[in-house]
């Protein structure tokens, strides 16, 4: 149980912070296929005698990479290439596997998650990967950032915007791989992807968004871990700890979505009009009504060095001067 919880805190941590770039860049399905990719990893290492996890790593790298140059080159669209590996991957892997005479219990022990089985050298190689999938993700934020965001302007900006993607989707097969054995191969996209939509409901950048997701990743592993293990005792049943950490990340997602609305809600109402817009008010309305602080209305800026026209009329620049209306 203590290697568990150690394995579970690591993954929670780690698995969002890729997640956060993979939703940026609308790829939230990549670690679904990438999971698929890794069974075919798996099988190869329950066939050759290697461990699999090693074997799963190297597998979900090289269907990463085939996937992002596949998505650059254009020659087919990024959801089909997905598809491709999903089905793929998945069928590969069960066909290796029944090769290599080994019973299908054994390979759900990485499609489902075998957190409370894991070892004291599977610990050691889940700290080592995360340790890094921390360090570039973080170290890196500005760049991937922008690459995520726009990559048109990353161009510009002189980044390299095929190796920061290809970094990215390699992390992505990383983190699929130190999170097979605490979710599984078939559960391990929510990880990374979950805890990402819960906090971008509450957080207002994108650096809020990492950090909320990780608060958020590493409290539903450790909990639904602990939960688990409870339900188990107290009900003398076998409660799996990979379902049960999804199942309370997306109960963090729902406590979070009405919030979220409210705040996005409030902030609508409280945005002024866009500079050099005017108001759909009625002419008689609005000479009839005068401006001023208890009028309601947000103050806004006007620019030092641009003219506005306000309902018709051309007003000079006003230095810090605001229009209440």
Do not use: K
């Not at 089985?117 to 760049?143: E, H, K, N, R």
């Amino acid at each position: 149980m203590q290697r568990a919880l150690i394995a579970a805190f690591v993954t929670g941590l780690a698995a969002p912070v890729i997640g956060t770039y993979l939703v940026q860049r609308r790829l939230a399905l990549l670690g679904d296929g990438l999971g698929h990719v890794a069974v075919t990893g798996v099988a190869l290492g329950l066939l050759t005698g290697v461990a699999p996890t090693w074997t799963a790593v190297v597998v979900a790298v090289l269907g990463a990479v085939a996937i992002e140059v596949i998505r650059e080159r254009g020659s087919t669209s990024g959801d089909l290439a997905l598809a491709l590996l999903f089905y793929g991957g998945l069928a590969g892997g069960v066909m290796i596997t029944g090769l290599a005479d080994q019973s299908a219990a054994r390979l759900n022990q990485y499609l489902f998650g075998s957190i409370t089985s894991i070892s004291v050298s599977d610990i050691w190689f889940t700290l080592g990967l995360a340790a890094v999938i921390l360090l570039v993700g973080v170290g890196l934020l500005p760049q991937l950032f922008t690459v995520a965001q726009d990559q048109d302007f990353a161009r510009v900006a002189g980044l390299n915007v095929r190796a920061y993607n290809l970094l990215v989707a390699v992390l992505a097969a990383v983190t699929v791989t130190i999170a097979m054995r605490t979710v599984g191969l078939l559960l391990v996209s929510a990880m990374m992807i979950v805890p990402v939509a819960a906090s971008q409901q509450l957080a207002r950048s994108f650096r809020a968004t990492i950090i909320g997701a990780v608060v958020v990743g590493a409290g539903a592993a450790v909990g639904g871990l602990l939960l688990a293990a409870y339900i188990s005792v107290r009900h003398d049943a076998s409660v799996a700890p990979g379902p049960t950490i999804v199942l309370l990340a997306l109960a963090c997602f729902v406590a979070t979505w009405p919030v979220g609305a409210w705040l996005r809600h409030r902030a609508r109402l409280r945005e002024p009009f866009p500079a050099g817009a005017v108001a759909p008010v009625p002419a008689t309305d609005h000479d009839d009504h005068h401006h001023g602080p208890a009028c309601g209305h947000l103050a806004v800026p006007h620019d030092d060095h641009v003219d506005y026209v306000h309902d018709g009329h051309r007003h000079a620049p006003h230095g810090q001067h605001y229009d209440e209306h």
